[in-house]
């Protein structure tokens, strides 16, 4: 469920920045304001679905975007929020280009000067050699990404980052078994609850583990809070 759309002035309309009464009005008066769709240029029609989420549908079935869940929609609002708080730009579905011309879609990308962060929300089941190509792509346009992983017991993810860090040729020395990476933030959301949806951050050094909403996750690593200290994520709190 596509969250962004521009106007025919090319005004960016986020559809969480709207309250209930606001969304209601724009629903009755879209037409006037020649909303369209960024990745395809589609109209777009902003609705509500059954569980009251914001979102921006294409008019036609011709583009393949939108195949989100409300849950993600709603990480990408709750990092957005998180964001805005830490004072950094923040703009959800943003696109961008790596030094190679390969293009990519940031769930949220967030700026500060010359710094760029991107969030990304990555519910659905993914290969590791698939993030490890989405994170390079980002290293090659100077942008670091902080990956959200549902959470689960045991994650295929983190037991694959696990070998590949102990198997890497890059590293002379690799301390402990454990999934961190400062070339690559990886860590689990949970979203089994709407109203309490956080982040499991990992216990370190006898501190933890926290449960961390995800808005106060976005506003602390955008704030300085997150740092990789003696070969572990580290929280400050």
């Given amino acids: ?18 309250s209930s009464e606001e969304w209601g009005n724009l629903k009755s008066s879209y037409q006037d304001l020649g909303l369209y769709m960024r990745c395809c240029d589609a109209p777009a029609i902003p609705k ?21 869940s409300a849950e993600h929609v709603l990480c990408k609002e709750l990092v957005v929020k998180g964001a805005r708080r830490a004072g950094w730009h923040a703009y959800p579905e943003e696109p961008g280009v790596d030094e190679e011309s390969n293009t990519w879609v940031a769930d949220v990308l967030c700026s500060n000067g010359d710094q760029k962060i991107a969030f990304e929300v990555q519910l659905a089941s993914q290969t590791f050699a698939e993030y490890k190509r989405r994170n390079l792509r980002y290293e090659k346009s100077g942008v670091r990404c902080v990956w959200l992983i549902q959470r689960k017991r045991k994650h295929p993810i983190a037991e694959k980052m696990i070998l590949d860090r102990i198997n890497s040729k890059n590293r002379k020395d690799v301390v402990g078994h454990h999934p961190d990476r400062e070339d ?39 704030s300085g809070k997150m740092a990789f200290t003696d070969d572990r994520w580290c929280w400050n709190a």
């Avoid at 469920?1 to 709207?18: A, G, H, I, N, Q």
């Avoid at 294409?58 to 939108?66: F, R, V």
């Avoid at 609850?193 to 976005?218: D, T």
């Fill in 184 to 222: 690559m933030p990886v860590f689990q959301v949970d979203i089994s609850e709407r109203e309490n949806i956080f982040v499991f951050f990992p216990w370190h050094h006898g501190r933890g583990p926290y449960q961390i909403p995800l808005e106060e996750f976005a506003f602390g690593v955008l």
């Fill in 1 to 18: 469920m596509p969250v962004t759309c521009f106007t025919k002035d090319k005004e960016r309309l986020v559809s969480f920045d709207y």
């Fill in 48 to 68: 509500t679905s059954q569980l009251g989420t914001q979102f921006f549908a294409h008019k036609s079935d011709a583009c393949g975007e939108g195949l989100e």
